[in-house]
């Protein structure tokens, strides 16, 4: 079983992922298709009206990023995905990470995809199926962010064991170097609440 299967697995039992989810996101394909424009839009004008997060981006690029969440969209609503599917999400995720894209922004920003979809399926649909459709697109959304997050640990955490090895530094005082920084991150937290 490849990481991002084992991964997968793990979010999949805490978020109360159902493999149906696929089925009920088909069946509305066409229509949550319908609302890419505007998830589109929010998403972009949101990133795009702070300089903090319009620095991710290369200038000129919107036009192109902007289709890869159109295309991102259909894909989730398009129908049953495999294996295939969250290994791309977890490709994803790395690009993020190389692009230094923080989890505040990707978890934000998925918050904010998620109150548009919700938005829209109140309007839509009959109760009954908005709910549904948002429970089946929160529990898919939901695990290709935890995915996209565990990327930047997973990073982060072999890039720091790589670095250890080189210089030779016992891991063990990398926890103790790390434990004491919480600490400290504690207690600063801890004195401003």
């Excluded at 670095?163 to 790390?178: D, E, F, S, T």
């Amino acid at each position: 079983m490849s990481q991002v299967a084992e991964l997968f697995d793990t979010i999949s039992s805490l978020i109360d992922y159902q493999e149906d989810d696929w089925d009920i996101l088909q069946e509305e394909a066409e229509t949550i298709a319908s609302w890419a424009p505007e998830l589109v839009a929010v998403f972009y004008d949101t990133l795009y009206a702070l300089d903090e997060t319009k620095a991710v981006f290369k200038e000129g690029e919107r036009p192109k990023v902007e289709k890869t969440l159109a295309d991102w969209v259909v894909a989730i609503a398009d129908g049953r995905k495999r294996s295939e599917f969250w290994e791309h999400q977890w490709f994803i995720g790395l690009l993020h990470v190389k692009r230094s894209v923080k989890n505040l922004y990707m978890l934000g920003m998925m918050n904010r995809v998620q109150q548009v979809v919700l938005t829209n399926c109140v309007k839509t649909y009959d109760k009954d199926r908005a709910f549904q459709v948002f429970g089946a697109f929160l529990r898919v959304s939901g695990a290709i962010s935890a995915l996209i997050a565990e990327s930047y640990g997973l990073v982060v955490e072999n890039s720091t064991q790589a670095g250890l090895a080189k210089v030779g530094m016992n891991p063990a005082l990398l926890k103790r170097i790390k434990d004491t920084q919480i600490d400290k991150m504690l207690e600063e937290a801890k004195s401003k609440g």
